[in-house]
């Protein structure tokens, strides 16, 4: 059964930085593509970054690309986000999913206020 867990979230001043974990159990992790997507408040789901298998070629959406670096440790089963300069737009519950899948787990919230 896949289970995915998010951790790391909380709140962070704007300019702030954050990184966020996925720990990933129930599938063969290192066999597959991840995303990172988040849902702010109201609204739907936002695909943040991809990473493929292997840990190389990540791609971000515009709004994060050169803030977000996305990585992963397939030793660990663990998808990572690390979330840099960030800005109040950025609050919304932060969900790590297989490629092509909708996130299963709880996600983990990320603030950023002052």
């Known amino acids: 059964q896949v289970q995915l867990v998010e951790s790391g979230g909380g709140l962070v001043q704007p300019g702030g930085t954050l990184t966020l974990s996925c720990a990933a159990s129930g599938f063969t992790f290192s066999r597959f593509s991840m995303n990172w997507v988040r849902q702010a408040p109201g609204k739907g789901l936002e695909w943040i970054s991809t990473?493929?298998?292997?840990?190389?070629?990540?791609t971000y959406a515009d709004p994060v690309k050169g803030r977000f670096t996305c990585s992963r440790d397939n030793a660990k089963n663990t998808l990572y986000l690390q979330m840099n300069s960030l800005k109040p737009e950025d609050t919304a519950v932060y969900y790590c999913a297989k490629f092509g899948d909708s996130p299963r787990g709880q996600g983990t919230q990320v603030t950023v206020s002052s």
């Open positions: 990473i493929n298998k292997a840990g190389g070629g990540a």
